[in-house]
Antibody, heavy 125, light 108 residues
Framework: EEQLLESGGGVVQPGGSLRLSCAAS????????MSWVRQAPGKGLEWVSI????????YYTDSVRGRFTISRDNSKNTLYLQMNSLRADDTAVYYC??????????????????WGRGTLVSVSS | EIVLTQSPATLSVSAGDRATLSCRAS??????LAWYQQQPGQPPRLLIF???TRATGIPARFSGSGSGTEFTLTISSLQSEDSAVYYC??????????FGQGTKLEIK
């Protein structure tokens, strides 16, 4: 069974840092593009970041660019999100999600077919 | 950034009836649209991609349609377990990938 399991969430003060991990099992992790998606309490879904299968071409949503860093270790089947300079509006459940789709003329189009259960990040003083 | 607007915000439908959920894009997303279901306390689950293709294991009573900027998710023969929030997502223009704000479906 394809599974993703996030960890590393917790309570942190504004300006602090956290590193989230997402352990993958049941599929060939190193063959897939991966993303982080977050959901603030009682709110909708917000895409945060994506990384290529080999760890290349990371992209970020504007509100986290320069503060968050996505990375992966394919030898450990694990995806990471390093979060620095955390703000109250970063409070959310963070999901990792396998990103699949198709590529055409150098552009790829991806949706999210496998999701973890999420880990809660709470930024508060 | 492409904005997705879902309607209605809340929908209450009787078990056994049909529910129709809408998603409108601020510009064309061609056929690059997916739908997700999120039950309370659960992560999202992929229902449909490419407008109308059901994901693995999704029952045939879930169907998607539309093109360009107007899309519909139809759930026929509603069951109690269909009570959830449903999100559309576009993957035409990114970053960022964007989601609609969600439609909460209640089963009477």
């Amino acid at each position: 069974e394809e599974q993703l399991l996030e960890s590393g969430g917790g309570v942190v003060q504004p300006g602090g840092s956290l590193r989230l991990s997402c352990a993958a099992s049941g599929f060939s992790f190193g063959s897939y593009v991966m993303s982080w998606v977050r959901q603030a309490p009682g709110k909708g879904l917000e895409w945060v970041s994506i990384i290529g299968a080999s760890g290349d071409t990371p992209y970020y949503t504007d509100s986290v660019r320069g503060r968050f860093t996505i990375s992966r270790d394919n030898s450990k089947n694990t995806l990471y999100l390093q979060m620095n300079s955390l703000r109250a509006d970063d409070t959310a459940v963070y999901y990792c999600a396998r990103s699949v789709g198709y590529c055409n003329a150098g552009t790829c189009y991806r949706y999210f077919d496998v999701w973890g259960r999420g880990t809660l990040v709470s930024v508060s003083s | 950034e492409i904005v997705l607007t879902q309607s209605p915000a809340t929908l209450s439908v009787s078990a056994g009836d049909r529910a129709t959920l809408s998603c409108r894009a601020s510009q064309s997303v061609s056929s690059n649209l997916a739908w997700y279901q999120q039950q309370p306390g659960q992560p999202p689950r992929l229902l449909i991609f490419a407008v109308s293709t059901r994901a693995t294991g999704i029952p045939a009573r879930f169907s998607g349609s539309g093109s360009g900027t107007e899309f519909t998710l139809t759930i026929s023969s509603l069951q109690s377990e269909d009570s959830a929030v449903y999100y559309c997502q576009q993957y035409k223009n990114w970053p960022p990938y964007t989601f609609g704000q969600g439609t909460k479906l209640e089963i009477k």
